[in-house]
């Protein structure tokens, strides 16, 4: 799956550090279906002058789950930023928006990057997140993907359930849902859609987002009714995306944000029923501005 460009500056120059305003969901399913956003430019947000705007422009697309990332000025402006992040948290939730951390760097998949993680849940704990959200996608260290990064991935997950006092949703591209022998050929690979299950069943895991960059929209609903009849016990929702650095097979960008609406309300009606949770869009810097 192509990474999009701006994320991998944002990577680059903050190690992933975001923000994730979402609907926590505390049930065995989703309460209800939301729709949500990716804010990697979380300028407007922070800036006390724009924020409440900028929600009133996500509310109007019917976005209550944004994810908001930080760049590397403001993640050095410490106590400021802080303060910035609680006003809008504050804001957030007078809007029925929750808030929870989004954290994501390939490098914390390993052990050695696992302090690093662990030390940005330490940091912001006394927020009042709703939730964490990690977007740590096994195919960003290369592909294909040893069995010993899959058991590190693990432990990572379950080093993160043990110290974060918020509950804990990921990012996964689909391909580990969708097969039941191993993905990459190798016969000691651990079935990382089994692990998760497990970890769903003892309440240790909420959610998971597929990141199903694909067109046409028929295949998208394919695709997600097949992995949820497949893993009933876990609780998903899917990304599309709207960015202008994936090809048109990809991605959503050029379609206006009625298009986006009516298409989600099709979506709605096809899935969720079947338990999925929502859309999220990847990212609000490329979706359309209203007509």
């Given at each position: 799956?192509?990474?999009?460009?701006?994320?991998?500056?944002?990577?680059?120059?903050?190690?992933?550090?975001?923000?994730?305003?979402?609907?926590?969901?505390?049930?065995?399913?989703?309460?209800?279906?939301?729709?949500?956003?990716?804010?990697?430019?979380?300028?407007?947000?922070?800036?006390?002058?724009?924020?409440?705007?900028?929600?009133?422009?996500?509310?109007?697309?019917?976005?209550?789950?944004?994810?908001?990332?930080?760049?590397?000025?403001?993640?050095?402006?410490?106590?400021?930023?802080?303060?910035?992040?609680?006003?809008?948290?504050?804001?957030?939730?007078?809007?029925?928006?929750?808030?929870?951390?989004?954290?994501?760097?390939?490098?914390?998949?390993?052990?050695?990057?696992?302090?690093?993680?662990?030390?940005?849940?330490?940091?912001?704990?006394?927020?009042?997140?709703?939730?964490?959200?990690?977007?740590?996608?096994?195919?960003?260290?290369?592909?294909?993907?040893?069995?010993?990064?899959?058991?590190?991935?693990?432990?990572?997950?379950?080093?993160?359930?043990?110290?974060?006092?918020?509950?804990?949703?990921?990012?996964?591209?689909?391909?580990?849902?969708?097969?039941?022998?191993?993905?990459?050929?190798?016969?000691?690979?651990?079935?990382?859609?089994?692990?998760?299950?497990?970890?769903?069943?003892?309440?240790?895991?909420?959610?998971?987002?597929?990141?199903?960059?694909?067109?046409?929209?028929?295949?998208?609903?394919?695709?997600?009714?097949?992995?949820?009849?497949?893993?009933?016990?876990?609780n998903f929702r899917i990304a599309q995306s709207v960015e202008s650095t994936l090809p048109p097979a990809q991605s959503w960008h050029g379609s206006s944000?009625?298009?986006?609406?009516?298409?989600?309300?099709?979506?709605?009606?096809?899935?969720?029923?079947?338990?999925?949770?929502?859309?999220?869009?990847?990212?609000?810097?490329?979706?359309?501005?209203?007509?």
């Amino acid at each position: 799956m192509l990474r999009p460009v701006i994320r991998t500056i944002t990577w680059t120059m903050v190690g992933g550090l975001g923000l994730c305003l979402s609907v926590a969901a505390q049930q065995a399913r989703p309460a209800s279906w939301s729709q949500g956003a990716y804010i990697w430019d979380s300028a407007a947000l922070l800036d006390p002058r724009q924020c409440e705007a900028e929600l009133s422009r996500l509310e109007r697309q019917g976005i209550d789950q944004l994810l908001v990332g930080l760049n590397s000025q403001q993640v050095r402006a410490g106590a400021a930023t802080t303060r910035a992040l609680q006003r809008a948290l504050v804001s957030a939730h007078k809007r029925g928006m929750r808030v929870s951390l989004l954290l994501g760097d390939p490098e914390w998949i390993e052990e050695r990057g696992r302090p690093a993680l662990q030390h940005l849940i330490q940091r912001y704990r006394q927020l009042a997140f709703d939730g964490l959200h990690l977007d740590l996608e096994l195919e960003q260290l290369g592909w294909p993907v040893p069995s010993e990064r899959i058991r590190q991935w693990l432990a990572t997950l379950r080093a993160v359930q043990t110290l974060s006092p918020w509950p804990l949703s990921i990012s996964s591209h689909p391909r580990w849902f969708e097969a039941r022998a191993s993905t990459t050929g190798q016969q000691d690979q651990p079935c990382l859609a089994c692990e998760l299950s497990q970890m769903s069943q003892r309440r240790r895991l909420n959610s998971i987002t597929l990141m199903l960059y694909q067109r046409p929209p028929e295949r998208v609903t394919e695709r997600s009714l097949a992995i949820i009849k497949r893993w009933p016990q876990l609780n998903f929702r899917i990304a599309q995306s709207v960015e202008s650095t994936l090809p048109p097979a990809q991605s959503w960008h050029g379609s206006s944000a009625l298009a986006l609406q009516m298409q989600v309300e099709r979506w709605r009606r096809q899935l969720e029923s079947s338990g999925l949770g929502g859309i999220d869009w990847q990212d609000w810097h490329n979706y359309p501005k209203e007509e």
